[in-house]
């Protein structure tokens, strides 16, 4: 849904918070109430008041905005090998220790990634509070309310845990927030929300973002696999594959493109909407404003973050068969040669096989940059010393759909292309990863060669004359995998490969048991070239998470006065 924050919505979830006083005796013209949300109306206020919550970005504060993005690009894209940070080293300077893992729990990121995730639940919960109160709506209207709410704070709860570790499970009926320890991973409650929202919510709805059973089941099989419960995640993934209305797109750059917006690819997407009047545009994808080309003439966008990595390009090499180089071991001698000045629009560096969803997903010099030109190398960089050569392009807009993004506020990068949560090709692989688990060899080879036939058969990146601009080459895998650990480390590589800055990448490799290993890998090797990233390690058994923010440690209070939640471990 487009996120339309109703004045009602923002007292509710203030009237279900603040302390109930002589206030609420007088009801002020405009401001909301049990009486005036205890309708289904209410409801759907409500309800969409906790769904305005899922892009991260409702609180409206520049660092929280960013902190609490839905397409996790510092926690899972920049944390990982995928992304540096970008733009220069002083600017969003407290995304640095998270780039190179001396987050403390006083960094400013680490505080605004738990706020608006809290307010979520919040929201979610005084749905579940007044719901059992509403009397003009039939028991299936209400159990289609209820799950839409379990599996938004489901979702919430994910984002925490993923991040945080252990946290505090608040829900409708906790009476004292601040006295609820974190003494334990949440998986168990935010599987029964989700399999709840699985067995009550509609197959489609006539709103495009609503959540869906197909949603939520796709949803619970990745929750299953953050836990390495690869039994239980097959029979629901398998479901959604065998099952589901879902087609593959014909061309994996469709994913991306606003004009594919709820395609019949996707599962689940965040709906974004520009220049609807808001201020800023809030309603786009605002977590993301900083994560488009500085500088560059003609485009008016800010503000050069986010940018690929040298381990992430190298990762799209093939071999001659058009197969990934999957023994090859990241060295400095990988980080393949561009030029910085690129003075002939017809010239790249490196001219070895690439996957093309390389150019689909990086803006690599001498290669067309979607309609805007060829990337004209540093001249379109903020600061390569600390960024790199290369740019993101999945989140950008077309030079033909300029119009579509907003024209308020400074951010005007910020667009309505969508940011695909869950699609069918996120099913076709977890569940690739499943049988290669407790299935057979044989599927996983299929359902993995369904990809890589799709990225074969899409189109490349041409110039104008129509020529390829790289040497593209991809082709299935020839023969079934000979074995679980080859099967693996290829169902690995072909995640980063198609979901490469999408927000998973972090998360994939800890929930793997690789991430040390991994980073330390890529740290050592990125830091013979990017300075910033020099001396800079991973520690095992701490950095898989990040701190519990110091100040919500000092506001959770039990009735004598001891705090109490307690520190992630290791910090």
């Not at 993934?237 to 996707?266: A, R």
């Not at 991994?518 to 910033?532: Q, S």
């Amino acid at each position: 849904m487009k996120k339309i924050i109703f004045l009602a919505i923002i007292l509710a979830a203030a009237l279900f918070n603040a302390c109930t006083n002589d206030w609420f005796d007088i009801k002020p013209k405009g401001q909301g109430s049990p009486e005036t949300l205890n309708t289904k109306r209410g409801i759907d206020y409500l309800l969409t008041g906790a769904y305005a919550v899922v892009d991260g970005t409702h609180l409206g504060t520049d660092g929280i905005v960013w902190a609490s993005s839905v397409s996790n690009w510092v926690w899972g894209s920049v944390a990982s090998d995928d992304a540096y940070k970008g733009s220069d080293f002083g600017d969003q300077a407290t995304i640095n220790p998270v780039e190179g893992f001396y987050a403390d729990a006083d960094n400013g990121y680490v505080a605004n990634h738990w706020q608006p995730l809290y307010d979520g639940v919040v929201r979610a919960n005084d749905v579940l509070k007044i719901l059992p109160e509403v009397t003009d709506m039939s028991e299936a209207e209400k159990a289609a309310a209820e799950a839409q709410a379990k599996f938004l704070r489901a979702h919430f709860y994910v984002e925490l845990t993923m991040v945080h570790g252990k946290v505090p499970y608040i829900d409708e009926n906790t009476e004292e927030p601040k006295a609820v320890p974190n003494d334990h991973l949440l998986w168990p409650e935010i599987e029964t929300d989700m399999k709840f929202a699985a067995e009550n919510l509609p197959p489609s709805w006539g709103d495009a973002g609503r959540a869906t059973s197909w949603a939520a089941k796709t949803y619970l099989g990745r929750i299953y696999l953050l836990q390495g419960k690869y039994t239980e995640a097959k029979p629901v993934l398998d479901d959604v594959y065998t099952n589901g209305p879902f087609e593959l797109m014909e061309s994996y750059e469709q994913n991306y493109l606003i004009e594919f917006n709820n395609n019949k690819e996707s599962i689940f997407e965040i709906q974004y909407a520009t220049n609807d009047g808001a201020d800023g545009s809030p309603n786009a994808g605002w977590g993301d404003a900083l994560n488009f080309p500085h500088g560059v003439a003609g485009m008016g966008t800010c503000c050069g973050f986010f940018q690929p990595t040298h381990s992430l390009v190298s990762a799209y090499r093939v071999d001659a068969a058009g197969l990934p180089l999957l023994n090859d071991t990241y060295s400095a001698d990988d980080i393949l040669p561009y030029d910085p000045n690129v003075a002939d629009a017809n010239v790249i560096k490196y001219t070895g096989p690439v996957d093309p969803r390389l150019d689909h997903t990086v803006g690599r010099p001498g290669i067309p940059f979607l309609d805007w030109g060829v990337h004209a190398g540093e001249g379109w960089i903020r600061d390569p010393s600390n960024g790199g050569p290369y740019l993101y392009k999945k989140n950008m807009f077309k030079q033909s759909e300029k119009s579509l993004a907003t024209t308020t506020g400074w951010a005007t990068g910020v667009n309505p292309n969508n940011f695909r949560k869950f699609r069918l090709g996120h099913v076709i692989l977890w569940l690739a990863e499943c049988e290669a688990q407790v299935g057979t060899l044989e599927r996983a080879t299929n359902l993995v060669n369904e990809i890589r036939t799709r990225a074969k058969n899409s189109n490349v990146v041409a110039f104008n004359d129509g020529t390829p601009a790289a040497n593209y080459k991809v082709e299935p895998y020839p023969s079934n995998f000979a074995n679980k650990e080859t099967a693996m480390k290829a169902i690995q590589q072909e995640i980063r490969l198609e979901f490469a800055m999408e927000g998973l990448r972090f998360y994939d490799l800890v929930r793997w048991g690789i991430a040390a290993s991994t980073m330390n890998n890529y740290l050592a090797v990125e830091g013979t070239k990017m300075v910033h990233l020099s001396g800079k390690t991973f520690v095992a058994g701490k950095h898989e998470h990040w701190p519990v923010p110091q100040t919500q440690i000092d506001l959770s209070v039990d009735e004598t006065g001891k705090k109490v939640l307690t520190q992630t471990e290791g910090y």
